[in-house]
């Protein structure tokens, strides 16, 4: 049985979703982040359709579409297309290609071409798309809901590769006449060489991991449902050594500040992570994505400086503008000397917009509707309320993934797992089902 997850709980596993129809794939990574839908006939696919959401600087989106423009036009169209034709009509061979190419990468003294590393791994993502869905056209694609929590993510894909309990012939291409057939080993085994070459490439020191490198990739292992490496790649992007550009013999590294904001996992890639993770039923793995993304440093200084920075300045610049309003102001009154009716004036002011900014902090970071089994601990900072809501959200979503379905046994859980949770969530000073919150314990 299908289950979708609430839409308020902000797990967004969608269902009928698929990439915007675009003729190439400079435009696909452009536009990766606007999947509209479209119907499937088929049964359901057990993937999961990764939101990546487009943000308002297109900076890194922008140099991904010129880059790979770039790459395009150095060849003409008929090789491109002959290729394509030549790779897909031969997925065997399109998957040597791909070792050659890591092992290359690996062998080479000198740092790895960002283009032809992120040609690659789009290369692999249409191959995964031909892996699970049996088409390698972008536009094609076909995502939908996973399955319920219970089952193995990677084992219902595969399941789901044999069509039927049978071999299935698939037309691998929009380019090839002659369809190919892929027997469900062949898929099993090409479905994991994917996974652990997208992996070996970006772990490579000579490969330089870029955002747009990291949501083709995370698009690729959750839809091939093998999310076992997503915490170490999420690890290496904030402080894998920068190998130098143009350097060799050998490759010179610089080292990153882990704590700078380019370096924060997106939230929509950590929550298509944690729903893998959830998928696999695999609770360690959760835990370390939780760590590597929204628990990350670089993420709570791009929290600090996306929603706070705005609110500072207008807060740092309130006594400057209280001060020169309030020196104005006196000149047009007689009933006091002017000096005192200025700084009686700043004094009401700024007592006024501490008071209101006080009062919005508080509510803000006390507010608790959202919480369902994870509560903050008493006593804890209300700025790390709010600089950690996120962190508090996804344990509180593996809670839910945990626990009982039925609200009236919250509770009753035992195990292992559970206490292993019990004891995570605890020593982040947050609260599992708190007491006095539960039902009939009011």
Not at 181 to 193: D, K, P, Y
Not at 295 to 315: D, E, Y
């Amino acid at each position: 049985m299908t289950t979708i997850l609430p839409r308020r709980a902000g797990f967004v596993c969608r269902s009928c979703q698929k990439l915007s129809a675009q003729p190439n794939r400079r435009q696909f990574i452009s536009q990766v982040a606007s999947p509209p839908k479209q119907e499937f006939s088929s049964k359901p696919r057990k993937t999961i359709a990764v939101p990546l959401r487009k943000r308002a600087t297109q900076t890194t989106d922008s140099a991904v579409s010129d880059r790979l423009a770039a790459i395009k036009a150095t060849k003409p169209a008929e090789a491109r297309d002959a290729s394509a034709a030549q790779s897909s009509a031969n997925p065997a061979q399109k998957l040597k290609d791909f070792e050659k190419f890591v092992a290359q990468v690996q062998s080479t003294d000198a740092a790895a071409d960002y283009d032809d590393v992120l040609e690659t791994l789009m290369d692999m993502y249409e191959y995964s798309n031909v892996l699970v869905h049996g088409t390698s056209n972008i536009q094609d694609e076909k995502t939908t809901t996973s399955s319920s929590h219970g089952e193995n993510s990677e084992g219902g894909i595969l399941d789901d590769l044999a069509e039927g309990q049978s071999t299935s012939i698939h037309n691998v291409s929009t380019t090839s006449s002659q369809p190919q057939q892929m027997s469900l080993s062949f898929r099993t085994t090409a479905a994991a060489t994917i996974s652990k070459l997208s992996y070996t490439l970006l772990q490579s020191p000579k490969v330089y991991i870029t955002e747009g490198m990291l949501q083709i990739y995370v698009r690729t292992i959750c839809q091939l449902g093998s999310p076992e490496y997503l915490p170490e790649i999420f690890h290496l992007y904030a402080t894998k050594p920068i190998p130098r550009a143009e350097s060799a013999h050998p490759v010179k590294y610089s080292l990153p500040w882990p704590k700078m904001p380019k370096y924060a996992i997106p939230i929509d890639l950590a929550e298509a992570a944690l729903e893998s993770a959830i998928l696999k039923k695999n609770l360690s793995l959760a835990v370390a994505i939780i760590d590597t993304t929204v628990g990350a440093p670089a993420f709570r200084t791009s929290k600090i400086l996306r929603q706070a920075s705005v609110p500072g300045l207008i807060l740092g610049a309130a006594p400057l503008v209280v001060y020169a309003g309030a020196d104005w102001v006196s000149r047009w009154q007689n009933t006091m000397d002017s000096d005192i009716a200025k700084y009686t004036a700043v004094a009401g002011a700024l007592a006024y917009i501490g008071t209101l900014s006080t009062i919005g902090f508080v509510a803000i970071t006390t507010y608790n509707d959202q919480m369902q089994r994870v509560v903050w601990r008493p006593g804890t900072y209300l700025s790390s309320r709010w600089l950690r809501e996120e962190e508090r959200r996804f344990f509180d979503r593996l809670a839910l993934a945990w626990g009982f379905q039925d609200k009236a046994r919250w509770g009753e859980e035992h195990g292992g797992e559970w206490l292993r949770l019990r004891d995570e969530v605890g020593v982040r000073d947050m609260i599992l089902d708190k007491t006095d919150l539960m039902e009939g314990m009011q």
